[in-house]
């Protein structure tokens, strides 16, 4: 694809954030559903999973049926002490975002104070030309087509042009309807159809990008 726009997600895509922050998220979107809907344990990480799975976002699930206001939330559940510590990241990937031809975006359903420090950590910042948050996208977070109607709009893309880079295969049927290439960042055996190219780690990308 000539001069293409590479739209990369940030957690579990750019960092491995499955083993230290996950966990922490997962644990302090419970505590602020009991602490505000007034729930147990159990409920709340019923409340927590049947949204995250129904919407695709917990935070969506919050804001239609219980009227939370998106940036409290956010702001009470990504809150990182000792972030540094936590991150996992592969070094080599920042020459590897080098060799790729074209424009470079992250597209994260973070919010951007906490998408900014993974980047600033990880040394990655400087490897892309723009950050997308949830804030970003008005709280229309991935796999809603919304949001990614909204940066396609905000930077005059044409989504043909687009390759979205995601570990979530929901987050790629979005970007394959939109008419984007699709690269899915995973180790398991699943195939898909709305698939281009399938990889273990974004350094493999640059070998593989022939094949858009």
């Known amino acids: 694809m000539k001069n293409p726009v590479w739209l990369f997600d940030l957690d579990n895509t750019l960092h491995d954030a499955t083993p230290h922050i996950f966990p922490h998220i997962n644990r302090a979107m419970r505590q602020y559903i009991e602490r505000h809907l007034a729930v147990d344990t159990d409920e709340a990480n019923r409340i927590r999973q049947d949204y995250w799975r129904r919407y695709g976002a917990t935070l969506l699930g919050l804001m239609r049926h219980h009227d939370t206001d998106p940036r409290h939330f956010l702001a009470e559940t990504h809150q990182f002490p000792d972030l540094a510590h936590l991150v996992v990241f592969e070094p080599p990937l920042r020459h590897a975002l080098r060799r790729l031809a074209g424009r470079k975006i992250v597209f994260s359903n973070g919010p951007r104070h906490y998408a900014e420090a993974v980047l600033d950590i990880t040394g990655l910042r400087h490897e892309f030309d723009a950050l997308y948050a949830v804030e970003d996208v008005r709280f229309q977070p991935k796999p809603s087509l919304a949001g990614f109607r909204r940066l396609l709009s905000a930077e005059r893309l044409d989504p043909h042009r687009c390759i979205m880079v995601e570990d979530s295969l929901e987050n790629l049927i979005s970007a394959k309807r939109l008419g ?33």
Not at 182 to 202: C, E, Y
């Open 180 to 212: 984007m290439k699709t690269v899915w960042v995973s180790t398991g055996l699943r195939q898909s159809p709305f698939v281009d190219v399938k990889i273990s780690s974004v350094t493999q990308l640059p070998q593989r990008c022939a094949q858009l």
